[in-house]
């Protein structure tokens, strides 16, 4: 061989060499940047095992990984190609028993999580196994807190680069499993710090009933008395709780709790959280509230009642003949006291309503009668406006559990909104008949129909459509619908609105059977 030929071959090697480092480069570069940016184990060991897969030729790899304070572990398999189902599980107890031969604290399977990708076979007919296979632990400092295995059916001999470049790969995952631990442990102490400093009362404990929050509001509110929080084992069985809990000392207060049993992603539970609230102040107003009620009704009802009375006491003629300009004045105070009373009623009611305090005193009741009766209530009225009232009712409808008061008050406003939106030559029609577990009820009009922009607030309080020509609409309070809302809800069901302006409008609701 020529000086030249050495030379050339010299050459030809470097060049390769050159291209292989370069390859190493690019590949080392691609994971430190995309693992940079990770912030949990499971996007971290997705981008080692993609890594690995670049240049290492595996049929399945295997990542296993501690996670926070040692009670947990991530299994990560990828299989590259197909293999039955006896490999994989041979190779799963082979990473968890290397890992537990590198560790002084031992792991369970039930520890780990498992995530797999790839395609498993069936087991018959496979004469495959494993014919080379490759561990490096994962460190993080000085601590062994993982394995990365790749193994093959094939009698694979990786080159020196090869394992060299594998190392490499578990080095620089070591380090960013040492960063991601510590920017989760700061997270995690962030967590408490915030916590710690709600003003809200914050207790939390573990599975195994271990306390392991108790936030300084929540010391503030209860003391070291725990118990006041109720039985834990309770709290599992119901899953939510909410009470109040009065407390004298060291004065008078009156603390809300909550508690609801938390799950993780996969629905394993981790243990119940309680938050405490003081409500002292909210309970007081929802008092005040009441007594309002109470005062409306009693203190503003009776002089309009014996308004009213002295009003028909006049058109009686009691107090003399009357003049037909009088009787007309003294009939529209009389529409007016009624239409005050209705108000204050629709008050009094969506108070209660949104008090909870609404009473339902449910009786197995045949809803046709409910709904014929409102119909014949109307049917003058319908006539009087040149509307044809009409029911489709379904001749199978079974005896449902409602309040017949409270169903006949829903009726009567969705009935009544319809006459009074309904111009003559129109058709009002009420349909029910079974739908699943429930009945339903429609009330249907050929009348103006609702712009499509106020169909959500419909069920607003106070909320009312703002018409053109408006002075020629009838006036309410805008409390008819929220009212029916109410009713509606409180009975289990549900009520809404398809409508279309100038073709009409369809009100819907349910009932449970
Ligand atoms: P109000 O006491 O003002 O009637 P509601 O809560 O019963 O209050 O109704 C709210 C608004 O919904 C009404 O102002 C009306 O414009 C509209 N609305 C209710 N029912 C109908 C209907 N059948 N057709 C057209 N508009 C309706």
Redesign the pocket.
Known sequence: MTNIDTLVEENKRLAQELKQRLFELSILYDITNSISYTLNYDDFLRIIMNSLNKFLDYDICTSLIILEEEKKAKMCIHIAHSLPIRIVEEIKRKVINTLRSLRAKPITEDQITLDLKGDILNDEGSYQNIKSSFDVPLFAGDKVVGLLNVASTKDIAYSDNEIKLFYTLATQASFSIEKLQAVLAGEKSKMKVMVEGMSEGVVMFDEQDKLVIFNAAAREMIGENLDLLGSLEEIRKVQKKSFDIHLDKPYPRIINSQAMCIKDDEGKSLGIVILLKDVTREREIDQMKSDFISVVSHELRTPLTALKGAIDNLLDGIAGELNQIQKECLLVSKRNIDRLNRMISELLDISRIEAGKIQINKQPTDITGLINEVLRLFQDMAEASGIILGAEIASDLPKINLDPDKITQVLT?LVG??V??TPAGGRITVRAGVLKDFIQVDVI?T????PHQDLEK?FDKF???S?LGGSRTPK???????ICKGIVERHGGRIWVE?ELGKG?K?SFTLPI
Not at 447 to 450: A, C, D, M, P
Not at 476 to 482: A, E, I, K, N, V
């Open positions: 406003n909104n319809a009074k939106f009009d009348g103006l129909g609702i419909i909320y009312q459509v018409r309410g309070t805008g409390l008819g619908l929220p409508s409008s009100f």
